[in-house]
């Protein structure tokens, strides 16, 4: 049997920079994953970090615009019709958390911990041989009805009232800061303290990283079941063996409501399947991601790629792509890119992966209360990428069990994220 002080089960964004904080502590560290390193929701997603998504998943009047959409299955979010005991239980607890009060609670805590992940994005990205193509140069909204503009006035006097620093700008503000690009658009936001990467370079060159550091590494060790005596998990079997550790921290994204079951621990989490489609970049294309936003479809610059992305779809633990869904993302571009054709460009990969969302958008952080030496950071949601680096110290912190003598210790109250806070 392996043997060692942490083992972390999920080779995601949240487990890689869990990997790297547990590491620098100095404990000794095992990793697994089902697949490899990034194969999940961190390999074709976004790449966004993004304070300004500060405002939950469940918030007011998401419930009424997500049953408009919910019957056309080319909307921006749709509900695939089955009967799922699970899946209506999580509606319902959807539902009440969607109130203003839940919202402007965890607001302040997504804000917090978001600029934390900033700061220490910086930190990684200077690591030696890290690399993943990061820039911090905001990321726009842009809009072309009166509606969506309305929306996002909206939501720019919400979220500045918190302290988050956010630019109105009119077409000659959007062409200023998209330069070359043909824009059918009313004006735009401009979120000026969020940041992009490529989130497949980021999860592979940390693991790389904490790999030379130390950290056991096991790909296609696909977790089977916990031994668990005196309320603690004694061994965890995995398809690459039984594994024998102090403290096991479960960062397995929509694989962590399964694995939560087998070790006694519910966990609402719901998957959402997103999708995403990469080209090869234009040549004069702008280092500046934006948001189509009526469309709710992203677009990201990543290196020598352009990334076109989104919908929330919450069909189970389907990974298979539906061509209509990506046929919409698609369609939306060229509404407000008119001279961007799509056709012409090379496409390098179309993907769809699966986002874990719990009932009020915010994710599982902490110890689970009937086990005593088992971490849960799971349920990010579309968020997992940005929180990555904040929640990987948070767990190092976790894991420590008290406050450490090191001044970069976060101070960030966790009691919105326990992991029984759905229980009875």
């Not at 990321?139 to 988050?164: F, N």
């Not at 004006?187 to 370079?201: E, M, N, S, V, Y």
């Not at 998957?271 to 991601?289: F, H, I, N, Q």
């Amino acid at each position: 049997m392996n043997k060692t002080d942490v083992l972390i089960i999920g080779g995601g964004a949240v487990g890689v920079c869990a990997a790297y904080y547990l590491c620098e502590a100095g404990y000794e560290v095992t990793l697994v994953d089902r697949g490899g390193i990034g194969s999940g929701a961190s390999h074709g997603n976004m790449g966004l970090v993004v304070p300004s998504h500060s405002v939950p998943l469940a918030a007011p009047g998401v419930v009424a615009q997500g049953l408009k959409w919910m019957l056309r299955p080319d909307s921006p979010f749709y509900i695939k019709p089955r009967l799922d005991p699970s899946l209506i239980r999580w509606l319902w607890a959807f539902w009440k958390a969607s109130s203003e009060g839940r919202m402007r609670r965890a607001i302040p805590l997504i804000r917090d911990m978001s600029l934390h992940s900033l700061s220490l994005f910086d930190e990684l990205n200077g690591l030696d041989g890290v690399d993943f193509d990061y820039h911090q140069r905001g990321v726009l909204a842009v809009y072309q009805t009166r509606e969506g503009q309305e929306e996002g006035e909206e939501e720019r006097h919400l979220l500045s009232s918190y302290g988050l620093e956010i630019d109105a700008l009119s077409p000659d503000g959007l062409s200023e800061v998209l330069p070359g690009l043909e824009l059918n658009a009313l004006g735009g936001l401009h979120f000026r303290q969020d940041a992009h990467l490529t989130p497949a370079k980021f999860v592979r060159s940390l693991a790389d990283y904490v790999e030379w550091l130390g950290v056991k590494v096991l790909t296609q060790a696909e977790v089977k079941g916990f031994k668990k005596e005196n309320g603690r998990i004694t061994a965890t079997h995995t398809t690459r063996g039984e594994i024998a550790a102090g403290e096991v921290v479960l960062t397995a994204g929509s694989w962590s409501a399964a694995l939560g079951e087998l070790a006694g621990v519910p966990l609402p989490i719901q998957p959402a399947k997103g999708y995403s489609v990469t080209l090869r970049r234009p040549s004069d294309w702008p280092e500046m991601p934006f948001m189509l936003s009526e469309s709710r479809v992203a677009i990201t610059p990543m290196g020598d790629t352009l990334r076109i992305g989104g919908t929330l779809e919450l069909a189970g633990m389907d990974q298979t792509i539906n061509q209509r869904r990506v046929s919409a993302i698609l369609n939306a571009v060229p509404r407000y890119l008119p001279d961007f054709d799509i056709g012409s460009h090379e496409i390098l990969e179309t993907w769809c992966g699966l986002r874990p969302c719990t009932p009020d958008g915010l994710p599982f952080l902490g110890r689970a209360p009937d086990v005593r030496n088992l971490v849960v950071a799971a349920g990010h949601a579309m968020i997992g990428v940005s929180l990555g680096p904040v929640t990987g110290k948070l767990v190092r912190q976790i894991v420590a069990g008290e406050r450490t003598e090191n001044d970069n210790d976060l101070d960030i109250d966790l009691d919105l994220l326990a992991v029984d806070r759905f229980a009875g």
